[in-house]
């Protein structure tokens, strides 16, 4: 069954010119921000939602099925002068979500053509020449990580949207200590239960903690390997 938005995180575009409250970047307008009450508003990387991948509302069938198979998931909003309320844009999902869902509706040839386009506009957030010398930063920090998992790992840090850890300065001059942080994200997210608590509405603070060790012992078998 597909979440009510009032059982599941948000994310609202901010119609201002805006600053993360929590690392103080300066997002412009039209941020993407997660509120969080008396410390008000964060960026999706400091909320730990900037490894997920934007799904536009319109269409039913994919948003339910990604929706069901995503860990960990947000509803988009953004404030309708014309109506004012907030009115729902979409939905942030895993995008291994996103695909599963995508191959369940293949059968449909328009549900086909709308995987062409959403596949499209995915690739066009990437700028392939930097994810590969991102990717080659990530396995020559950390040789014995899985194969394959640097570039996935620059995939998620360097898409252009959502001002994530792969697109800040730092990251850019290919600074060691950007690469640890998004490959940190990604043990995170992928080697742990962390998604789980933050779905379940556990503070962010309290499923770090949780989760903490399992990370720190991941990332040093990737990065001296078993001896």
């Not at 307008?29 to 997660?34: E, F, R, T, Y």
């Not at 309708?80 to 369940?104: F, I, P, T």
């Not at 898409?159 to 060691?176: C, T």
Request: charged fraction near 30%.
């Amino acid at each position: 069954m597909q979440k009510s938005d009032n059982n599941q995180l948000k994310v609202f575009i901010s119609s201002r010119e805006s600053t993360c409250d929590e690392c103080g970047t300066d997002l412009g307008s039209h941020a993407w921000l997660v509120l969080k009450g008396e410390k008000g508003a964060t960026c999706l990387t400091c909320a730990d939602l900037d490894h997920l991948v934007f799904l536009p509302a319109g269409d039913t069938a994919l948003t339910r099925r990604s929706s069901k198979h995503s860990r960990l998931s947000a509803v988009v909003l953004k404030w309708s002068r014309s109506r004012q309320r907030y009115e729902r844009q979409g939905l942030l999902v895993e995008n291994e979500a996103l695909e599963r869902a995508e191959q369940e509706c293949e059968a449909d040839a328009t549900q086909r053509e709308m995987r062409r386009g959403q596949a499209s506009l995915r690739r066009a957030e990437l700028d392939d020449e930097y994810i590969r010398q991102f990717a080659a930063q990530v396995r020559g920090l950390f040789p014995n990580c899985p194969p394959g998992r640097e570039t996935l790992i620059a995939e998620h840090a360097c898409r252009k949207y959502s001002g994530r850890v792969g697109r800040s300065d730092a990251a850019k001059n290919f600074d060691a200590k950007a690469v640890r942080l998004a490959v940190a994200a990604h043990v995170r997210h992928q080697e742990t239960n962390y998604d789980e608590l933050l779905s379940s509405m556990i503070e962010r603070s309290a499923a770090r903690s949780k989760v903490r060790d399992t990370v720190t012992e991941v990332l040093k078998l990737w990065e001296q390997g078993t001896s």
